[in-house]
């Protein structure tokens, strides 16, 4: 499965059971979360995303990993 971005805390989570063999299943590619800023797009209101699927830094070195 193919998912580019967007994605929750749960993709990570599933990939890494996936990749132990502890679930049964396809393996597991993503793009992790999008990045907006904040009040801008992707607008929540427009596009259904909770607060985890899309990183709005408020600061240049909040975007640091």
Known sequence: ?????L???LLCELRAE???????????FGADQ????VGGQ????VVRVADNQVLRPT???STAC
């Open 1 to 5: 499965m193919v998912s580019l971005g």
């Open 7 to 9: 994605n929750g805390p």
């Open 18 to 28: 996936l990749h132990r063999a502890s679930l049964l299943g396809a393996d597991l």
């Open 34 to 37: 999008g990045i907006g800023v």
């Open 42 to 45: 992707p607008s929540a209101a």
């Open 59 to 61: 600061t240049p070195l």
